[in-house]
C-alpha cells in the first residue's frame, strides 16, 4: 500500500459547501491539496474559499449542480484550465429521501438518483480519461454504511449507496491497471446538517448526535485513507460492528432493525407526526 502525498494535487470536491464536504475540504487543504470547490450555493462555497485562505490553501469555486451536465463538465473544464491537471475525484454531494417504498413519488426517486447516483457518474466519466492518460489518480466515492447493509424507511436512498458501492468495486478492478485507485467512503452517523437536508414523506427519524462522529473526526479519518489508499473504510465504531454483525448474522440484523423500527428508535424511524414536512434539499 503506497503513500500517496496529497500536497500540490488538484482535488475536486462536491458538495464541498457544508457539512462533510466542508470539513473535508479543511482537512485536504492543510495537507497541501488545492481544491476545486463544487456545489450549488455560491455564497458558501466563497465563504469557504475566503477560510481556506487563511490556512494559504489555493482553491477555485465552480458553482455546480449534479441535475445538469453542462455545470459538470464546466467543474472538469475549470479545473484542467487552472492547474492542467486532476489528481483526485470526491463525489461526496448527495441528499436523503425517507420513506416507505409504496409511498414514494417517483419524480423525487428519480431527481435522489440523479444527485446521488448519475451526477457523480458522469464527473467520473469526464475525469477518467484525463486520469488515464496521466497514468495516475484517485477516486473517492463518498457512500454510506447503508451501501452495506440498507435500512427500512430510506429505500431509495439506500439503492443509490448501493449502486454507487457496486460502481466503485467495479472501477476498483477497471482502473487498476492505469495507476488509478478507487476508494469507498462507508460512514454511519456523522454530526452534519444532513438530517435536516432531507426529504421525509409520510415518514420521521432522527439521527442520534450520542453515537454520531463530528464531521471534522470523519474528515481527518477519510484524508488519512486518500493517503494510504485504502480501498474502503466504514467508520464510525457503531457502523463498522453493523457491518461486522451483517456479514456474520443478516437474519440477526433483520430482526433488530424490525423491532427497532415498531419501537421507533432513531435513526430507524417510523411514521410521521401528522402535520410535520420534511426539509428540501439544499
Known amino acids: 500500500m503506497l503513500y500517496y502525498p496529497l500536497k500540490n494535487k488538484v482535488v475536486i470536491l462536491t458538495g464541498a459547501s457544508m457539512g462533510l464536504g466542508r470539513a473535508l475540504a479543511v482537512a485536504l487543504g492543510k495537507r497541501g491539496a488545492r481544491l476545486v470547490l463544487a456545489a450549488r450555493s455560491i455564497e458558501k462555497l466563497y465563504r469557504l474559499q475566503i477560510e481556506l485562505e487563511s490556512y494559504h ?21 475549470n479545473a484542467i484550465t487552472r492547474w492542467g491537471q486532476i489528481d483526485v475525484v470526491v463525489n461526496n454531494a448527495g441528499y436523503g429521501l425517507w420513506g416507505f417504498a409504496e409511498n414514494l413519488p417517483m419524480q423525487e426517486v428519480q431527481n435522489l438518483f440523479q444527485t446521488n447516483l448519475f451526477g457523480p ?56 491497471p492505469h495507476g488509478i485507485h478507487v476508494c469507498s467512503v462507508c460512514p454511519g452517523l456523522v454530526t452534519t446538517e444532513f438530517g435536516h437536508n432531507k426529504i421525509e414523506v409520510g415518514f420521521h427519524t432522527e439521527f442520534p448526535s450520542r453515537f454520531s462522529m463530528t464531521a471534522e473526526k470523519a474528515a481527518e479519518k477519510i484524508a488519512r485513507a486518500m493517503q494510504w489508499r485504502r480501498r474502503q473504510i466504514v467508520i464510525p465504531v457503531h ?36 402535520g410535520s414536512e420534511g426539509a428540501p434539499p439544499a
Not at 477555485?60 to 449534479?66: A, F, W
Not at 463518498?142 to 430510506?154: H, T
Open 121 to 176: 457518474l458522469q464527473l467520473m466519466q469526464r475525469v477518467i480519461p484525463h486520469m488515464k492518460k496521466r497514468k495516475t489518480g484517485q477516486i473517492v466515492n463518498i457512500e454510506s454504511v447503508v451501501a452495506l447493509r440498507s435500512m427500512p424507511g430510506s429505500s431509495a436512498y439506500c439503492a443509490t449507496k448501493h449502486a454507487l458501492h457496486a460502481f466503485s468495486e467495479s472501477l476498483r478492478t477497471e482502473l487498476a
Open 57 to 77: 490553501v489555493e482553491s477555485l469555486v465552480s458553482p455546480t449542480d449534479m441535475h445538469s451536465p453542462i455545470t459538470i463538465d464546466q467543474l472538469v473544464d
Open 239 to 274: 457502523a463498522k460492528f453493523m457491518y461486522a454483525l451483517q456479514r456474520l448474522s443478516p437474519t440477526l440484523i433483520d430482526w433488530v432493525m424490525r423491532i427497532g423500527q415498531v419501537l421507533g428508535i432513531p435513526p430507524l424511524g417510523g411514521p410521521k407526526p401528522p
